[in-house]
């Protein structure tokens, strides 16, 4: 039988809402309850990712041992949500944090004693009144960290690699305690197919239930805590969804382009700037960028061509977790980009267009003709461009009274961010303990 347990002893019994994903509590009443948790997509850790996977490529070549210490589980406020990691290497290296910086030092000088067995789970509190010498000031929260060495850290890390390069989602299921704390199941790599980790011991009955319980976050698109029983065999599993690493298109090589860029890099998101003016897309003037396009207008929609042009190869890796800004500052341009993104059959999750709405709704009219040539903008495609400029966030940004290039590059990631994460952009002083909680009963049902 495979079931969502209760809590005993080593974690809380009560949970803290951190967004959208559901999580469960152990009620008075004994009933099983599902409380709104979060998951590593709303703490928007890619470039703390990538740091780690950066020293990990590294310690691998190496031959190096190291450690991996990764938040399961918090009670009350904390910096860091689970998900969160630090790799820690033997000489004093490490990437990645666990909390707002009161806990780093303190897990770095003990991981290495906590893991000499293997896997374990341990608890840090920053609460002062949590005995007599809590780990600094921090949040007042209580945090568990799953730590580990290279033997069951490396399939994660080697997991994460994948999928961080090959911007896809993924989960995995955790075991959380016992003998076999540490092993995994994985779901959403090698073409969809689960994979569980060799050190499973080939007697535990409960692989399968791993593998459907990583299965159902991927799917669900949620991480939770629940509990697995096989044949008498009792153990907590976390299951943690991992998005798909976001991208960000800029379509317009101009100087404004450059903060877009680096405030995009800085969040650890895949960057392409694209635009037909060679002499500005160049690979000089925008060297961090994952890829740099000079657009052609042979791959554009143009009024002649609109019924059978290809997808442009500036957009051929762009993929429905993404974001589009459109700034060339061209109309021509900025006309051929929006036909094109309005005739992909799956768009991307933002779409922005610099400058005031008037302008952009002249694009779109334009881009209609282009996508339908010899039609004249009659009453269904006045009716399509204002469906299109609903859709649209124009003009791109939040209202930050933004002036110069890097404010309105600000501005602009913002509000990306802001849809990527599904908040409000309201003041965090105006929100704090408005989280509701959402409770159903859980039914025990076997496989």
Not at 173 to 189: P, Q
Not at 366 to 388: H, I, M, Q, T
């Amino acid at each position: 039988m495979m079931s969502l347990r209760r809590h005993e002893g080593l974690f809380p019994v009560q949970w803290e809402r951190f967004g959208s994903f559901l999580n469960w509590t152990d009620p008075k009443d004994g009933t099983l309850t599902l409380i709104v948790v979060g998951c590593m997509s709303e703490n928007s850790p890619m470039k703390d990712l990538q740091r780690i996977l950066r020293l990990w490529r590294g310690l691998e070549a190496e031959g190096a041992d190291y450690v991996l210490a990764t938040v399961v589980a918090v009670e009350g406020p904390s910096y860091r949500k689970p998900g969160a990691g630090m790799l820690l290497a033997q000489d004093g290296r490490r990437a990645g944090t666990v909390s707002g910086g009161c806990l780093e030092a303190e897990v770095a000088r003990r991981s290495w004693w906590h893991t000499a067995n293997g896997p374990s789970v341990q608890r840090y509190s920053t609460v002062e009144e949590d005995g007599d010498r809590p780990y600094g000031s921090g949040c007042g929260g209580v945090v568990w960290l799953l730590l580990e060495r290279r033997t069951t850290a490396a399939l994660l890390l080697n997991a994460l690699d994948q999928a961080f390069l090959g911007r896809a989602p993924m989960a995995v299921a955790t075991i959380l305690e016992g003998d076999l704390v540490g092993s995994r199941a994985f779901a959403g790599l090698d073409s969809g197919q689960a994979l569980v980790s060799p050190y499973l011991a080939p007697s535990f009955a409960g692989a399968d239930s791993l593998r459907v319980l990583a299965q159902q976050a991927l799917e669900s698109r949620s991480s939770a805590e629940c509990g697995l029983t096989q044949q008498g065999t009792k153990v907590r599993i976390w299951t943690d969804f991992r998005p798909a690493r976001p991208g960000l298109w800029i379509f317009g090589a101009g100087d404004d382009a450059q903060p877009l860029l680096q405030m995009g890099k800085a969040l650890g998101w895949y960057v392409t700037v694209a635009d037909g003016r060679s002499h500005l897309a160049t690979r000089e003037r925008f060297a961090v960028a994952d890829e740099t396009h000079v657009m052609s207008v042979e791959e554009m929609p143009s009024g002649r061509t609109a019924q059978s042009a290809k997808r442009p190869s500036a957009l051929a890796n762009l993929r429905p977790q993404d974001a589009v800004v459109v700034m060339t500052h061209s109309f021509e341009q900025d006309s051929r980009v929006l036909a094109s993104l309005m005739a992909l059959e799956a768009q991307p999750a933002y779409i922005g267009v610099l400058g005031p709405q008037r302008r952009t709704k002249q694009l779109l009219a334009e881009a209609a003709r282009l996508l339908d040539p010899g039609s004249d903008l009659d009453s269904s495609n006045v009716a399509k461009v204002e469906r299109w400029l609903a859709e649209l966030h124009a003009p791109t940004g939040l209202d930050l009274g933004a002036e110069s290039p890097e404010t309105i590059a600000l501005s602009v990631v913002a509000e990306i961010q802001k849809s990527f994460a599904g908040a409000t952009a309201r003041p965090l002083s105006e929100v704090r303990g408005s989280a509701s909680e959402i409770s159903c009963q859980a039914a025990l049902k076997p496989n």
